[in-house]
């Protein structure tokens, strides 16, 4: 199993473009969480998603969007990309039914690492 | 309102014992977690406590006192790979997981 997966890895935006950043699990989790983290802030929850085409705005939800059409893909869009936005953004997910492990017991992917100038 | 405290950062020896503290504050409760994360990497899970009291995996023990709002790490044997951050966290209900900013541990020789 490769777990949580996030591509891609590193990039740099220009002020007001646009990119989507993708999150996959194959545990057949069904929550799955964006979160960003910066320096003295720690993980920030951007949005998450309780199962397949359900998402729910998180602690700092604006500037973000999210789709959720498959249970293995969570997607994070950045429609306008700010400096604000520059961050480490992490992919998350929990919860598969019928194991023994309590549902909030979250696995992390290897995170984005996203430069706004 | 939801809060969680723990120190910034904390020194200790190799082959020593260190214990990490975390208070928290929230309406709402149901588990207390410890993750840790190496600079650059993901998070990874270390514990989750439930009960009140000790729960021990190896080097690594988790204490938990859900009436103070208190828990701790305790890593015992330091090996020089254990530097990393130490990430308080507690579970509040609603699928959602409230971190703390983290501890910076350096191990030192």
Known sequence: NAGVTQTPKFRVLKTGQSMTLLCAQDMNHEYMYWYRQDPGMGLRLIHYSVGEGTTAKGEVPDGYNVSRLKKQNFLLGLESAAPSQTSVYFCASSYSPGRRETTDTQYFGPGTRLTVL | ?109
Not at chain 2, 10 to 23: D, F, L, P, R, S
Not at chain 2, 69 to 88: I, T, V
């Open chain 2, 1 to 109: 309102g939801q809060n969680i405290d723990q120190p910034t950062e904390m020194t200790a020896t190799e082959g020593a014992i260190v214990q990490i503290n975390c208070t928290y504050q929230t309406s709402g409760f149901n588990g207390l977690f410890w993750y840790q994360q190496h600079a650059g990497e993901a998070p990874t899970f270390l514990s989750y406590n439930v009960l009140d009291g000790l729960e021990e995996k190896g080097r690594f023990s988790s204490f938990l006192s859900r009436s103070k709002g208190y828990s701790y790490l305790l890593l015992k044997e330091l090996q020089m790979k254990d530097s990393a951050s130490y990430l308080c966290a507690f579970s509040g209900g609603y699928q959602k997981v409230t971190f703390g900013t983290g501890t910076k541990l350096q191990v030192i020789p």
